[in-house]
Nanobody, 118 residues
Framework: VQLQASGGGLVQAGGSLRLSCAAS????????MGWFRQAPGKDREFVAE????????HYANYVKGRFTISRGNDKYTVLLQLNNLRPEDTAVYHC????????????WGQGTLVTVSS
């Protein structure tokens, strides 16, 4: 599975961005797609995930009410709407996918940079 992320950029605090991630290749094996982020000098952390069916969604506590994950027109396209952004949301955002019956995410995109200025 190959993943292509886009949509990052520079925004002021309180602003919004929308990230997009499209999966290609052996997508028939994909069970869920998600977003992770890594800020400078910090470990990568989970942001949100959604099953390709769209029925199950999970969020990290620190983004609840601000970020929304959804499917695009294609169930192997995932969107992440980032609202009310804060400077601490500055990070490289990576999309990833995991397969049915496999523990953990095993396919990763190249990442897109989100920079929030104060």
């Amino acid at each position: 599975v190959q993943l292509q992320a886009s949509g990052g950029g520079l925004v002021q605090a309180g602003g919004s961005l929308r990230l997009s991630c499209a999966a290609s290749g052996r997508t028939y094996s994909v069970y869920a797609m998600g977003w992770f982020r890594q800020a400078p000098g910090k470990d990568r952390e989970f942001v949100a995930e959604i099953s390709v069916s769209g029925l199950n969604r999970h969020y990290a506590n620190y983004v609840k009410g601000r970020f929304t994950i959804s499917r695009g027109n294609d169930k192997y396209t995932v969107l992440l709407q980032l609202n009310n952004l804060r400077p601490e949301d500055t990070a490289v955002y990576h999309c990833a996918s995991r397969r049915s019956g496999v523990s953990g995410y095993d396919a990763w995109g190249q990442g897109t940079l989100v920079t929030v200025s104060s």
